[in-house]
């Protein structure tokens, strides 16, 4: 299958109450097999065909707020279109499962991947679980409704895939069966609904200078509970299925000299280039992060111990800011720890340039001289790009 | 009222117990001030109708008073007072900082 058959799929087994949906590249074949499903009867799912993806997210939020699983599904400019409301569906603690099939934001415009767009979206309050193959699409949209739900956590979650390399291609996907994925996310009592009539509620209200503070930080609660939860769904999922989860994969990380830092489909390739650098005796090693939000710092900081150097990649650029997201994040986390160790910044593969073995070579090959020579001048390189300052 | 601990209240902003807005106390928003004048009112409680905030008191069908501490001041009342004088005239908030 591929990731969008994938995700599709998952959402058929999961069968929400309500799916909006709105068609953007690449994302537009996992909901038109969704729609399949629900026009062939598979599923009794209520599909409101919105007419953009604002409304797909308003949607989504009426239908939680009146305590319905609601799920929709996005890409890029279509995020970028949704972002009031998302900011929205978090801080009313609705527990919206959303995949995101990543690509790159326009301009100049572009349908390949990169991860521009939920990049963008780290600060939205929404938890995001990125995705190394079509089977993480599918198993960590099993895992996200039973996070979001979570009494403790009450967030939206994010399920992203990469657009074109993961949503458009083939590959076998081991799923579980329908009986399972209905005793695995049981039913949903949301606490409160704007429907009923007998307990009326307000969701939505206006919030000033008196209590919005407060609610912000009951925010950053929910978040706080994230990786416990998360951690422990992904063990129940292991239990179930064999294939259990965690916040980040340490991949022969605990000895490893040089540790490359990556999220999404990269890691795949990376533990190709990984495991043949350790066959010449190099000691080279792989952080995937799963987690994004929550980033678990601490727990990163300490796999990330041993390293004598390390690269950080990411997809997507902060414009005017010391790198990119997720190099900030590493060096956030390694700040205070007492680890000198040299980080470089790789930028990479946006929109949709290809990321081959031979650039993770370069950019371990990169790494060794920094573990040899310490952190660099020019530590933001940009890999695979042509022209000065390219690598 | 008092303000509570974030603790302390429903996650979300959500309100749990209905029709409760008048616990929130919106008067001191207010830039004008209407104030109604019992001498001249004949009753016809098109101010009461009008209010969006519901602050026109009124007792036995006959307006007793403006409730100050949810009138958002926006002059409706006054508009519609049909009058000469207006019965209720808007006056600015400074004017009775002294008081
Ligand atoms: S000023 Fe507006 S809010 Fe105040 S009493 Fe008149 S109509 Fe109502
Ligand atoms: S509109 Fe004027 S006259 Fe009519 S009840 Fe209100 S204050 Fe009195």
Redesign the interface.
Same mark, same amino acid.
């Given at each position: 299958m591929t990731g969008n058959d994938a995700t599709a799929e998952a959402m058929r087994q999961i069968a929400p109450d309500v799916v909006t949906c709105f068609p953007i590249t690449p994302q537009t074949e996992l909901m038109h097999k969704f729609a399949e499903h629900v026009a062939d009867g598979d599923v009794d799912t209520e599909l409101v065909l919105v007419e953009s993806e604002h409304s797909a997210m308003s949607a989504a939020v009426g239908a939680a707020a009146a305590g319905a699983r609601a799920m929709t599904a996005t890409a890029a400019n279509g995020l970028a279109l949704m972002w009031e409301i998302v900011y929205i569906a978090a801080? @009313? %603690? =609705?527990p919206i499962v959303m995949p995101v099939v990543n690509r790159a934001l326009s301009g100049p415009i572009n349908i390949h991947c990169d991860h521009s767009d939920t990049m963008g979206c780290r600060d939205t309050g929404w938890i995001q679980l990125y995705s190394e193959n079509a089977q993480e699409a599918y198993d960590n949209t099993l895992q996200a409704l039973r996070i979001a739900e979570h009494p403790d956590v =009450?967030l939206p979650v994010m399920v992203t895939f990469d657009g074109f390399i993961l949503s458009h291609t083939a590959e076998i996907l081991e799923g579980l069966e329908d009986a399972e994925v209905k005793d695995w996310i049981g039913t949903y009592e949301a606490k @409160?609904s704007i429907l009923n009539t007998d307990d *009326?509620?307000?969701? !939505? *209200?206006l &919030?000033l200078q &008196? @209590?919005y503070?407060?609610?912000k %930080?009951?925010q950053v609660? !929910?978040m706080r509970h994230a990786p416990d939860v998360i951690r422990e769904i992904g063990r129940a999922y292991g239990e179930l299925c064999g294939r259990s989860y965690d916040l980040f994969e340490a991949y022969r990380l605990e000895d490893a000299e040089l540790a490359v830092v990556a999220l999404g489909s990269t890691c795949g390739t990376t533990k190709v280039v990984v495991d043949e650098l350790r066959e010449q005796g190099v000691k080279a090693g792989l952080l995937k992060i799963r987690s994004f939000r929550p980033f678990p710092e601490a727990e990163i900081a300490e796999a990330l111990g041993n390293a004598k150097a390390i690269g950080v990649l990411d997809r997507s650029i902060s414009f005017g800011a010391p790198g990119g997201p997720v190099h900030k994040e590493i060096k956030a986390a390694l700040y205070g720890t007492g680890h000198e160790i040299g980080i470089v910044n790789y930028i990479y593969g946006l929109g949709g340039r290809d990321m081959s073995m031979n650039d993770i070579k370069t950019a371990f090959a990169g790494l060794e001289k920094v573990a040899r020579e310490g952190t660099p001048d020019d530590n933001i390189r940009f890999l695979g790009l042509r022209g000065e300052g390219g690598v | 009222m008092k303000e509570r601990g974030w603790t302390e209240i429903p996650i979300g902003g959500v309100i749990e117990e209905a029709g409760n807005a008048a616990a929130y106390e919106t008067g001191s928003w207010r830039t004008y001030r209407p104030v109604w004048n019992s001498e001249t009112c004949i009753h016809c409680l098109r101010c009461w109708v009008a209010c969006p905030d519901s602050s026109i008191e009124i007792a036995d069908g006959k307006v007793t008073g403006i409730d100050y501490e949810h009138c958002k001041g926006c002059g409706i009342c006054s508009f519609e007072c049909p009058v000469d004088p207006k019965a209720i005239e808007m006056k600015l908030e400074t004017d009775f900082a002294k008081e």
């Open positions: 801080s @009313y %603690r =609705l =009450l @409160y *009326p509620v307000t969701i !939505g *209200p &919030d &008196d @209590y503070f407060e609610h %930080r009951q609660e !929910g | -």
